[in-house]
Nanobody
Framework: QVQLMESGGGLVQPGGSLRLSCAASGSFIRIADMGWYRQAPGKERELVAVISSSGTTKYAESVKGRFTISRDIAKNTVYLQMNSLKPEDTAVYYC???????????????WGQGTLVTVSS
């Protein structure tokens, strides 16, 4: 069983910074994309940022220039550095990964339980 464990959420003032971490554990062959999604109250879950195993990144327009996604392949960990946070960034942030569990080319989507980020003065 593969698990994603998130950490780093909390309360921050507008303009502040937070760093989220997500570590994968369990038995698997490899991990392809890792990323972060978020869901604000009353809204659908949306992509924030994703990074491939080769380091290619993709960001939502609303976070470009403020958020940076990175990855430590050896530690099976993905990070999200969030700067210049705004109240509209308030949401539950979910870690996501595409994981090859039984075969090299067949991937299973795995989700973390989520970590709350609140941006408020």
């Amino acid at each position: 069983q593969v698990q994603l464990m998130e950490s780093g959420g909390g309360l921050v003032q507008p303009g502040g910074s937070l760093r989220l971490s997500c570590a994968a554990s369990g038995s698997f062959i490899r991990i392809a994309d890792m990323g972060w999604y978020r869901q604000a109250p009353g809204k659908e879950r949306e992509l924030v940022a994703v990074i491939s195993s080769s380091g290619t990144t993709k960001y939502a327009e609303s976070v470009k220039g403020r958020f940076t996604i990175s990855r430590d392949i050896a530690k099976n960990t993905v990070y999200l550095q969030m700067n210049s946070l705004k109240p509209e960034d308030t949401a539950v942030y979910y870690c996501h990964a595409k994981v090859a569990i039984e075969t090299f080319y067949r991937f299973t989507e795995v989700w973390g339980q989520g970590t709350l980020v609140t941006v408020s003065s």
